[in-house]
């Protein structure tokens, strides 16, 4: 019998029994044949620090790290990336042998990587990108396309100072407007993308006039309950490539799988069916 240790890992949030990450990373650990187990872990915020140090000597090599705890575990890991550093949150942990917390944030990648899957032809240099929103998500996605080289950013959010911080964070190529002119910034766009929870299930629509989009912009909605949102039906409708929120969470969820486990895994169509049962 092997005495070797089986790793875990696992998502911490408060609340968390919504996540779907416990499904996903059971279904990739049963693809590959590979030991190991992913636990859901509700943790109020007193008490985060004090389980995260906790979890290494009980034999985890890391966690993901969900609402609201993605920007306080900034303040207690050891060695932070760059890419978290810029976003200012952290959504994935690796415990290093020496007990060490390395914080990192996928969710720029897992972004990205689910736009290109999506809508291969989108062009970074396409036009201007219309983020709706400056929340966390926003941070993640702004860096990356800024990143992938889009020419400007249109951001617009509910309360504007929030936008401005961001602006203020990520330089001139950002454009703040105001939320009531939302609807008026979609015509020329290459990109538009919604990373509130407006449209969620069991939160208000979306009300921002949608009549401007046009044929070859791309929309994606961070929202993948439901998975096409009335943002993607009215893009749709209007003849855009649309692109679902779920991809996202499965490709930010690679790297983590890849560290903790030892294996790099696929996103297909089996996860995606895993994901949403």
């Not at 590959?32 to 985890?60: H, N």
């Not at 932070?80 to 996928?106: M, P, Q, S, V």
């Not at 950002?174 to 969620?200: D, H, P, R, Y």
């Not at 969470?249 to 069916?273: K, M, S, Y």
Request: with cysteine; proline share 5%; hydrophobic share 45%.
């Amino acid at each position: 019998m092997s005495e070797a240790k089986i790793p875990l890992a696992g998502v911490i949030g408060h609340p968390v029994a919504h996540s779907r990450s416990p499904r996903l990373h059971r279904h990739w650990l049963n693809t590959y044949g590979l030991p190991g187990f992913y636990v859901p872990m509700d943790v109020a915020t007193q008490d985060l620090e004090t389980v995260l140090r906790s979890l290494p000597k009980a034999g985890f090599v890391g966690v993901n790290v969900t609402i609201p705890h993605k920007e306080a575990v900034m303040n207690i890991a050891d060695q932070i990336t760059d890419r978290a550093t810029l976003i200012g949150a952290a959504n994935t942990l690796i415990f290093r042998e020496d007990g060490k917390i390395h914080a990192d944030n996928t969710d720029g990648y897992g972004f990205i990587t689910n736009l290109q899957d999506g809508a291969p032809d989108w062009k970074a240099d396409a036009g201007p990108a219309v983020v709706l929103g400056a929340g966390g998500a926003a941070r993640a996605v702004v860096a990356s396309l800024l990143d992938a080289g889009v020419p400007e950013i249109l951001l617009t959010n509910r309360t504007r100072n929030r936008a401005e911080a961001l602006k203020e964070e990520f330089g001139k190529k950002i454009k703040v407007v105001e939320w009531v002119q939302a609807g008026n910034i979609l015509e020329g766009a290459g990109l538009v993308v919604n990373t509130t929870s407006l449209g969620m299930v069991g939160k208000p629509e979306l009300r921002v006039p949608l009549d401007g989009l046009e044929a070859h912009t791309v929309v994606t909605d961070l929202i993948y309950a439901p998975l096409k949102t009335g943002l993607l039906q009215a893009a749709e409708d209007a003849g855009c490539t649309t692109v679902d929120g779920l991809g996202m969470l499965l490709h930010q969820a690679v790297p983590g799988f890849e560290r903790w486990f030892g294996q790099r895994p696929e996103v297909d169509n089996a996860t995606r069916a895993a994901a949403l049962r």
